[in-house]
């Protein structure tokens, strides 16, 4: 069977989230419907990292939680701020260690929080 002719890869609730997310859906090598692979193709944002931190994720509440924080000392990496919990802090110095898919977005965070 050709690519084009396969039917769409997933359910309505799958395709929902992958639209909400910004990811791609596609068939894992063996064409089988439950072996779905996603691959991220979005550009992540503030909001979207406040999202995955678990923070309020507003304009105005990004805002305010960067204006608490700032500004965060040169001395002190971002991941070792005291106001992350051990989760955050992992999430974030994993995504720098890693230069992953984050990475991108959490350093114009670490900027913002230290000017």
């Known amino acids: 069977?050709?690519?084009?002719?396969?039917?769409?890869p997933t359910s309505a609730a799958a395709a929902d989230n992958a639209r909400n997310t910004g990811r791609t859906l596609r068939y894992g090598s063996?064409?089988?419907?439950?072996d779905l692979h996603a691959m991220?193709?979005?550009?992540?944002t503030?909001?979207?990292?406040?999202?995955?931190?678990?923070?309020p994720s507003s304009e105005s509440e990004i805002q305010r939680f960067?204006?608490?924080?700032?500004?965060?000392?040169?001395t002190v990496a971002l991941a070792d701020a005291s106001f992350w919990t051990p989760a955050?802090?992992?999430f974030l110095r994993e995504e720098i260690r890693e230069d992953a898919d984050w990475?991108?977005?959490v350093d114009q965070l670490n900027l913002a929080l230290r000017a």
């Open 88 to 90: 955050q802090s992992q």
């Open 103 to 105: 990475a991108e977005v």
């Open 46 to 55: 503030f909001h979207s990292l406040f999202d995955q931190l678990g923070l």
């Open 1 to 8: 069977m050709s690519p084009s002719a396969l039917p769409p």
């Open 66 to 74: 960067i204006a608490e924080h700032r500004p965060l000392s040169d």
């Open 30 to 34: 063996d064409n089988d419907l439950t």
């Open 40 to 44: 991220d193709l979005s550009s992540h």
